[in-house]
């Protein structure tokens, strides 16, 4: 009868070493998690930094983005008349109402794409000002 309890007695010892094992196992793991995280953490801070420093001496600031989008301006809707007198030749061999419609929209949409590159490139800027807060 003894040999019965020595044996669970044994069976026991072996499962709570099993058991030991896996917790001890978690910890190291959970441990190595931490370490990982850390060094993420400490990496993700040094490249904010390095990011915002490059921003910072590379963006030109607010008035070089209001100038850049003042430019961008001027300079499409300059080009803009060469393009519409183009569209306007008699060279263009337009054979039906459609082509005739998409050629007349295209100034418009030319306008439109100069318009808005303008709008967003000084938006950028008054954003990284801290003047727009969206």
Known sequence: MWQW?????ILDLIGLAICLYFVFRHKRKAKA???YEDIRDELTVRKEITSEAI???CSGGILGRLVGAFVVILVGFSIMGAMTETLESPELNVTSQTQQTIIDLMPLMFALGILCAGVAIAFQGLRSAGIMGI
């Open 5 to 9: 309890y020595l044996g669970a007695a």
């Open 33 to 35: 998690i931490e370490h």
């Open 55 to 57: 921003e910072e001496t």
